[in-house]
């Protein structure tokens, strides 16, 4: 495992929070492969431009975050990271509120560059 693509995907992190809450869908989306899933805890699925959709009209609402923890394993051209964070949101209409956010990340790489393929969110 290189230790620059470790911290390069943990840039990744925090940089999907800062566009999310800053809803700058166009630089969230540069970070998402085109075959990106988010999987809700809710299990509701969402694509990658139904996510960036929802992100931009404010049906998912971000506010800030603040991580606890963020592991990532690298293994070749494929990475996984499980970010978990305080991320005070207010999705789907529900009232803003602190949650505490786990996403499952799967990553790969294409033509040198880390993409996030599928997000798994859950509380932990």
């Not at 929070?17 to 699925?45: A, K, P």
């Not at 992100?55 to 494929?78: M, Q, W």
């Not at 996984?80 to 499952?104: D, I």
């Amino acid at each position: 495992m290189s230790g620059n693509d470790a911290q390069v995907i943990h840039a990744m992190y925090h940089s999907m929070y800062r566009f999310m809450i800053e809803r700058d869908v166009e630089r969230l989306g540069e970070l998402l492969d085109d075959s990106f899933v988010l999987v809700h805890m809710t299990g509701r699925r969402q694509s990658k431009q139904v996510f960036l959709r929802c992100v931009a009209n404010g049906v998912l609402a971000y506010f800030g975050e603040v991580e606890e923890s963020c592991p990532v394993h690298v293994d070749g051209d494929k990475a996984t990271l499980v970010g978990r964070s305080l991320v005070e949101a207010s999705p789907f209409g529900a009232g803003r509120t602190t949650w505490r956010l786990e996403q499952e990340i799967s990553l790969v790489r294409r033509q040198g560059r880390w993409l996030m393929t599928r997000s798994v969110a859950s509380m932990y």
